[in-house]
């Protein structure tokens, strides 16, 4: 027991965990652009389109975190243009998700028929995700600070791996909240002003990520 103690203790360092758990509440509920692709797709297209998104998100950050796990991500740091270029893919990307909306806005206000863009749930999350170069640079800034003891690349695994999980349980509640409440949401006015906002999340996103 001593033996396996000792090597837990050389791998993880669990006295990490309260503080880090805490930061993480902290991170996960401050709302960003998963939280409303989430939010917006799961009211609009149900349950199922809703965890594909939400499937996609974390296969994108799963990714991204193994990228700063192995070391990849540090060489992607300290090249710019990489992340320069990721930076404007991203921006672009939310930036066609933003006009999509408002498109659908528009068509919906002249009784024109809508291109429907949550057709492809899973790869909007990916995509929005893993263009996305915060996540990298966030989980080189972040984890790093709670390796205390511990080995870093078990160490990082561990705090990666809770860190997932903490944000898949709270946005996989508003997936379910969100198709719960989708029959009562459905009007109009409602799912024009959701429309909205999202489009103006997007864009305001898509602009920070270039600046």
């Avoid at 709302?31 to 989430?38: C, E, K, M, R, T």
């Avoid at 990082?156 to 409440?181: K, Q």
């Amino acid at each position: 027991m001593a033996q396996i103690t000792g090597v837990c203790t050389v791998l993880f360092d669990f006295g990490q965990v309260p503080a880090f758990l805490i930061a993480c509440v902290v991170v996960i509920v401050t709302p960003g652009v998963d939280a409303f692709l989430l939010l917006r797709t799961s009211l609009r297209s149900g349950t199922r389109s809703g965890l594909l998104a939400l499937a996609g998100i974390h296969s994108a950050a799963a990714v991204q975190v193994a990228l700063v796990i192995s070391g990849l991500g540090v060489v992607l740091a300290r090249y710019p243009m990489v992340l320069t270029a990721l930076r404007w893919i991203g921006a672009a990307y939310l930036l066609y998700l933003a006009v999509s909306i408002a498109r659908g806005l528009i068509k919906r206000a002249a009784d024109q028929p809508e291109e429907a863009i949550s057709n492809r749930p899973f790869r909007q999350g990916f995509l929005t995700n893993i263009t996305n170069p915060k996540m990298i640079l966030f989980s080189l800034a972040f984890l790093p600070q709670f390796i205390g003891s511990g080995e870093p690349a078990p160490q990082l695994a561990m705090l990666a791996a809770v860190f997932l999980g903490l944000a898949a349980v709270w946005e996989l509640m508003i997936v379910l909240a969100a198709s719960r409440m989708a029959k009562k949401l459905k009007r109009p006015g409602v799912t024009t002003a959701l429309d909205a906002v999202c489009a103006a999340v997007f864009l305001t996103m898509s602009v920070g990520l270039v600046l």
